[in-house]
């Protein structure tokens, strides 16, 4: 078995074996020597061992990668795989383990910490995948609304949940042939995710005699799981905003060296064990593990405060399956009805999938795996003692013809009734709208699409600017620009900062009203959860509807007016690029990294470039790809990454001045266009 490997003038490799299982090994290989350093932190999270080398800041993140068991997870379903595809995991964690040295060599990372490469076990892509979307159903949002209704009440539990603002997301958009110049279709979009140093999507392509597949795979996992084209037919997805994981309150008590938790058959003896955390600089941390029928215990514990034990129930824990035997059926697929098949089998994350083949077939459907339970488990936490919140089953995965256009942005849609919060339409309905009855689109117009600045979520908040009465001059000259922009979130507008100012004031002043007291003190969660706990973030999100909710002495016009003049008064004359920068995750931050580059955009753009409003104007979360796919010539298809094909060397950033421009790059099919790179 052999394999060559080429590369395109931007480092993006391009792979080519003798068959199926050398294409794994080639895979891994050039992954661990592209992104060492990326995919053995992730490694060490999932099994919740980063706090040796990165320090106290990674122990909350180890503590709750063992208390909710992401390794033995992955574990159980590697061991759960076909023959087929547990050889073929296998392969890629063979390549993995030939290339990690090499990697590591040539990333500094690994000198600064003291960190030597490891060596990995067949279920560790399993794992890393896991690590990856465990929080991505937003499950911490459920101990929020908890903590709303004991402090607010029963009538609060929807107060924040929007149908408004939600932390992560998706665009992407399908064209049918009648609405394209070339009479093929086109698939189109951006990931939503936080923006990583190394990205989290990695651009390869993957050839042997069985398939031809270009796309994005996530680095530490074999294949290209959501966005993918093979020449007949290509796919791509969004986050589906279903809900799928539930916590349960659980009540737990000491029995000599053991635990019992009350369920309902009573109090039963669970599993409990104990692991110990090493910390860089600091002494060990003991975690007590314990899982009970529900699942594992994520906050709390026998000794702590019964308000805060809750247990963790998600499908892959339940079931044994991660769903990873879809990932070499969606390489093999040569048309829609190949990966519709494929897709069924899909368990975690819950997507949206948007498909086209060259034969004219169209697909748009929900895949993965969502239990039928109590509508009461999707709001808040349940009582493990009452079988009334056992999970009962699965739901079917909808799925919906293609009109010529279809667009999924996380928005109430195809997979209405599978979740609880789902993105505003906003998104959903701007791309709709620029799309509009134009029948003759190419692949590289799409990127006007991309970067499009209006902010039609800004309306709320200038409607209720524009009723304001009794302001002093210059807050009515602040009212009439803000009536005036035109709502686009652009770096050169003065008008896009000035209503980002008001947008803020308006925030802290909902978090200091006496109607949302209550909620200033987060519950006693662990720190993992912090980000879905605070009050200032939630009221951000949320502005919109927080504005019409009905609270007791709540006057929001008198907000608004007093929001306005201390934004009159401030008179600040800064862009909104000046302040909105991009600011990447790094697993080892470099305190004199200077500012990252100016961008356009805001959280409910379709340029999605989000902070966090009224707490920051820095971009940590955005588009983490861009990419068109072309049916009628796959050479004409398009993608970008914020940074670069590689963690380190000329192109670990190469392709950033593109991202912020909103430019593509075209895709390179022809071989002879490639450098081969030889192994060294």
């Known amino acids: 078995m052999s394999a060559r490997w080429y590369r395109d003038g931007y480092g993006i490799p391009h792979l080519r074996a003798d068959d199926h299982e050398a294409l794994a090994f080639a895979q891994g290989r050039v992954t661990a020597r592209d992104r060492a350093w990326q995919i053995e932190v992730e490694r060490h999270r999932s099994q919740g061992s980063s ?120 665009n992407g958009w399908l064209l049918a042939a009648e609405r394209t110049a070339t009479g093929a279709a086109l698939i189109a979009g951006d990931p939503h995710r936080f923006i990583e140093a190394p990205g989290i999507y990695q651009q390869i392509r993957l050839a042997c005699p069985e398939y031809d597949v270009l796309g994005f795979a996530v680095p530490g996992v074999p294949g290209i799981a959501h966005f993918g084209h093979a020449g007949t037919v290509a796919w791509a997805i969004t986050n589906a905003s279903a809900d799928y994981q539930d916590v349960y309150a659980e009540r737990l008590r000491r029995d000599g060296d053991g635990v019992q938790a009350y369920g309902p058959q009573g109090w039963q003896p669970v599993h409990r064990h104990v692991e110990t955390i090493e910390v860089a600089g600091a002494d060990p941390v003991e975690v007590e593990v314990i ?167 800004a309306g709320p908040l200038l409607e209720l600017l524009a009723d304001v009465d009794g302001l002093s001059a ?83 016009a008198e907000l608004v007016r007093a929001a306005a003049e201390q934004v009159a008064a401030a008179d600040d004359t800064r862009r909104w690029g000046e302040r909105h920068r991009l600011a990447p995750w790094r697993a080892l931050p470099d305190p004199a990294a200077p500012p990252g580059p100016e961008l356009a955009g805001d959280h409910d753009c379709v340029l999605a470039t989000s902070g966090i409003p009224g707490v920051t104007d820095l971009c940590g979360r955005g588009p983490a790809a861009r990419y068109v796919w072309d049916l009628e010539r796959r050479e004409n298809s398009r993608w970008v990454v914020p940074l670069g094909a590689t963690g380190a060397g000329p192109h670990h950033d190469d392709q950033l001045p593109l991202w912020v421009r909103g430019e593509l790059i075209e895709v390179t099919g022809d071989w002879d266009l490639l450098t081969e790179e030889h192994d060294d």
């Open 474 to 556: 210059p807050a009515q000259t602040l009212r009439d620009r803000l009536l005036g922009w035109d709502r686009r979130m652009a770096t050169d507008s003065v008008d896009a900062a000035r209503f980002a100012d008001l947008r803020t004031a308006v925030v802290h002043a909902l978090a200091a009203h006496p109607a949302l007291a209550e909620l200033t003190a987060p519950p006693a969660h662990p720190e993992v959860f912090t980000p879905w706990l605070t009050l200032l973030p939630r009221i951000g999100y949320a502005l919109p509807s927080l504005l019409r909710a009905d609270l007791p002495g709540l006057d929001p």
């Open 51 to 170: 706090a040796a080398f990165l320090g106290p800041e990674a122990l909350a993140w180890d503590s709750f990668a063992r208390r909710v068991r992401l390794d033995d997870t992955a574990r159980r379903c590697h061991a759960a795989l076909d023959p087929a595809t547990a050889a073929w995991v296998g392969r890629y964690v063979d390549g993995v383990n030939a290339g990690l040295a090499a990697g590591a060599a040539r990333a500094p990372e690994f000198t600064a910490t003291g960190l030597s490469p490891g060596r990995w076990e067949p279920w560790t892509p399993l794992a890393i995948w896991l690590g990856h979307h465990v929080l991505f159903a937003g499950f911490p949002g459920k101990l929020w609304r908890e903590h709303v209704i004991r402090r607010l009440g029963p009538g609060a539990a929807r107060l924040f949940a929007v149908d408004g603002h939600v932390t992560s997301g998706s």
């Open 291 to 457: 899982e009970t029928e529900r699942g594992p215990v994520i906050s709390g514990g026998p000794d702590e405060q019964p308000e805060v034990t809750v247990s963790l129930r998600y499908p892959p824990r339940v079931t044994g399956d991660l769903g990873f035997a879809v990932l070499p059926a969606l390489l093999r697929a040569r048309t829609v009805g190949d990966l519709d098949a494929a897709l069924d089998g899909w368990v975690e994350p819950v997507n949206v999938a948007l498909a086209a083949d060259t034969a004219g077939g169209l697909l748009h459907r929900v895949a993965g795996r969502v239990p039928r339970r109590h509508a009461d488990n999707g709001l808040r936490v349940v009582p493990a003692w009452e079988s009334a919140y056992a999970w009962q089953g699965w739901h079917p995965m909808p799925k919906r013809p293609v009109d010529q256009v279809a667009v999924m942005a996380n928005e109430r849609s195809i997979s209405a009734g599978l979740g609880v919060e789902y993105a505003p339409p906003y998104r959903a309905d701007r791309i709709r709208e620029l799309l509009g009855e134009r029948t003759d689109w190419r692949a590289e117009q799409m990127a006007s699409v991309h970067t499009d600045t209006y902010l039609a979520a």
